[in-house]
T-cell receptor, first 116, second 111 residues
Framework: DAGVIQSPRHEVTEMGQEVTLRCKPI?????LFWYRQTMMRGLELLIY????????DSGMPEDRFSAKMPNASFSTLKIQPSEPRDSAVYFC??????????????FGEGSRLTVL | SQKIEQNSEALNIQEGKTATLTCNYT??????LQWYRQDPGRGPVFLLL?????KEKRKERLKVTFDTTLKQSLFHITASQPADSATYLC??????????FGAGTQVVVTP
């Protein structure tokens, strides 16, 4: 398997623009997580899905952020409008929970977002 | 509120010695606790998982302990090597599958 695939790897945009980050989880995984990492705040959980259903979005900073998972192989995180304080590395991760698997996360390489 | 605390100061250690990292948590009833390694510019990589009813887990030169009374986990790297230099993250999972991370501790192993 290719692992968790995120795109784009780097995004530079101007304040006010819409940003869409994409994630393809590992096939067969039933959980998908979106995290944001900054030096100041570390790795923050934004939202996670189970079987494509959002379970907890309490980490989403504000209404400018939205996430969707239309099917088991694709998720998006959208920021509209973007602000300079949204600059961070955004990670997607997936996991599988069953008797043989205990839910360890597999991370993508991250999307580094810079909002000018 | 739920908190996961790791030592924010970097741990500098000489090659061959044992590095010990601490993870403390409050207001949590974790189903299990995980440790990850993160290298600069990369996503975290899973290392070890320990369940709430387990006291200790080992994997090669790594050892994790879990004390639910103290609400603490210790992570040991024995016979440390320069290649072990990285940031190590503690993560807690609740019974609904929600996984949250501590801020991480940087380990620097010098030859």
């Amino acid at each position: 398997d290719a692992g968790v695939i995120q795109s784009p790897r780097h995004e530079v945009t101007e304040m006010g623009q819409e940003v869409t980050l994409r994630c393809k989880p590992i096939s067969g995984h039933d959980y998908l997580f979106w995290y944001r990492q900054t030096m100041m705040r570390g790795l923050e959980l934004l939202i996670y899905f189970n079987n494509n259903v959002p379970i907890d979005d309490s980490g989403m900073p504000e209404d400018r952020f939205s996430a969707k998972m239309p099917n088991a192989s694709f998720s998006t995180l959208k920021i509209q409008p973007s602000e300079p304080r949204d600059s961070a590395v955004y990670f997607c991760a997936s996991s599988r929970h069953d008797r043989a698997n205990t839910g360890e996360l597999f991370f993508g390489e991250g999307s580094r977002l810079t909002v000018l | 509120s739920q908190k996961i605390e790791q030592n924010s100061e970097a741990l500098n250690i000489q090659e061959g010695k044992t590095a010990t990292l601490t993870c403390n948590y409050t207001n949590y009833s974790p189903a299990y606790l995980q440790w990850y390694r993160q290298d600069p510019g990369r996503g975290p990589v899973f290392l070890l998982l320990i369940r709430e009813n387990e006291k200790e887990k080992r994997k090669e030169r790594l050892k994790v302990t879990f004390d639910t009374t103290l609400k603490q986990s210790l992570f040991h790297i024995t016979a440390s090597q320069p290649a072990d230099s990285a940031t190590y993250l503690c993560a807690l999972t609740d019974s609904w599958g929600k996984l949250q991370f501590g801020a991480g501790t940087q380990v620097v192993v010098t030859p």
